[in-house]
């Protein structure tokens, strides 16, 4: 069956400090994998776009790292910001091509307090 | 910078009432999709668009569904007879395909409330 699960389901750090949320799927055909944020009340933005051959991408203080052999990835937050207050859900394209069906993770709710 | 935008933000109806949600995606892009999120559940899947027809549809997306791009600009979700189980935040997506990314854009989504 096509998943993609999260861990953990929630997490509260304090502002400064670092954090990795992971996701593990089982889609497959796997087209690439990416990850988002999402405010509330607010639709998905996108943060990182890995393909089957990337392993590490980093976008500002987001980095993410995928192994397809395991089928996981990370996202690593670094320095955290009252701003990354969200939901991060990891999105698998499953299919040929990047047109595919996006199969989508319940997510990770990160709080982050001062 | 261009954006997806939604109209309503949030729509009440009876149910068994129809509902038109509404969505004007990016203005070059050539994929079009519609999400929907269930309170405290994950984002699925409902249905992409292209070249004027469906592409991909869910097992969600039966016959009360449907979609339309009926003018150059927007495109539009029908629930025909909604139901109480309907109730939920839609999200509209669109995207210019290139040949690493097709990065699809949502908009801020329209919440809606079947009583």
């Known amino acids: 069956k096509n998943q993609v699960e999260q861990s953990p389901q929630s997490l509260i750090i304090l502002e400064g400090k670092n954090c990795t949320l992971q996701?593990?799927?089982?889609?497959?055909?796997?087209?690439?994998l990416r990850w988002y944020k999402q405010d509330t009340g607010r639709g998905p933005v996108s943060l990182t776009i890995?393909?089957?051959?990337?392993n590490t991408k980093s976008n500002g203080r987001y980095t993410a790292t995928l192994d397809a052999d395991t089928k996981q990835s990370s996202l690593h937050i670094t320095a955290s910001q009252l701003s990354d207050s969200a939901s991060y859900i990891c999105v698998v394209i499953k299919g040929s091509s990047n047109t595919g069906k996006l199969i989508f993770g319940q997510g990770t709710t990160l709080q982050v307090k001062p | 910078e261009p954006e997806v935008t939604q109209t309503p933000s949030h729509q009440v109806t009876q149910m068994g009432q129809e509902v038109i949600l509404r969505c004007v995606p990016i203005?070059?892009?050539?994929?079009f999709y519609w999400y929907r999120q269930i309170l405290g559940q994950k984002v699925e899947f409902l249905v992409s668009f292209y070249n004027n027809e469906i592409s991909e549809k869910s097992e969600i997306f039966d016959d009360q569904f449907s979609v339309e791009r009926p003018d150059g600009s927007n495109f539009t979700l029908k629930i025909r007879s909604t139901k109480l189980e309907d109730s939920a935040m839609y999200f509209c997506?669109?995207?210019?395909?290139?040949?690493?990314?097709?990065?699809?854009?949502f908009g801020a989504g329209t919440r809606l409330s079947v009583l």
């Open positions: 996701c593990n799927y089982t889609v497959s055909p796997f087209s690439n």
């Open positions: 890995m393909t089957f051959s990337e």
């Open positions: 997506a669109s995207s210019y395909p290139d040949r690493a990314k097709n990065i699809q854009y």
């Open positions: 203005s070059n892009h050539l994929y």
